[in-house]
């Protein structure tokens, strides 16, 4: 009944797809995602004039030692980056756009196909 109950309202209130994993796969995913936390990833927005108005134009994806084990999620309010960079995306439904950055070595900078206006 809670699921039956919280799925319909879920529904009701986004565009989003519900997705149910099997506790296999849920494993999976909490794995990946501690590993991630490990990480201690970081993104830094990057900023620039655009007449009166301020938009950000890309974004750089960093962790400790500039690695991570696991791809680190940067989700996108529109658009896309001009360069993947060997990153993957993925989007399923209406969801946002995630691009899973891969970091080995070095942080990625990204530059947004369309700026963001603040």
């Known amino acids: 009944m809670w699921a039956e109950t919280i799925g319909a ?24 995602r501690m590993a991630k936390d490990q990480c201690n990833p970081s993104t830094q927005l990057i900023y620039s004039a655009n007449g009166n108005a301020t938009v950000v134009t890309g974004f750089t994806v960093d ?3 500039h690695a991570c084990s696991v791809p680190i999620p940067v989700t ?4 896309s980056v001009t360069n993947l960079q060997g990153s993957t995306t993925e989007q399923v439904g ?13 942080p990625k900078t990204f530059t947004l196909t369309q ?3 603040l």
Do not use: M, R
Request: aromatic share 8%; hydrophobic share 45%; proline share 9%.
């Open 9 to 32: 309202k879920f529904v009701e209130l986004t565009n989003w797809p519900l997705i149910a994993l099997k506790e296999d796969d849920l494993i999976t995913v909490y794995t990946q």
């Open 63 to 65: 962790a400790s030692n």
């Open 76 to 79: 996108l309010p529109s658009g």
């Open 94 to 106: 209406n969801d946002p756009l995630t691009l899973w950055v891969t970091l080995s070595g070095a």
């Open 115 to 117: 700026p963001i206006t």
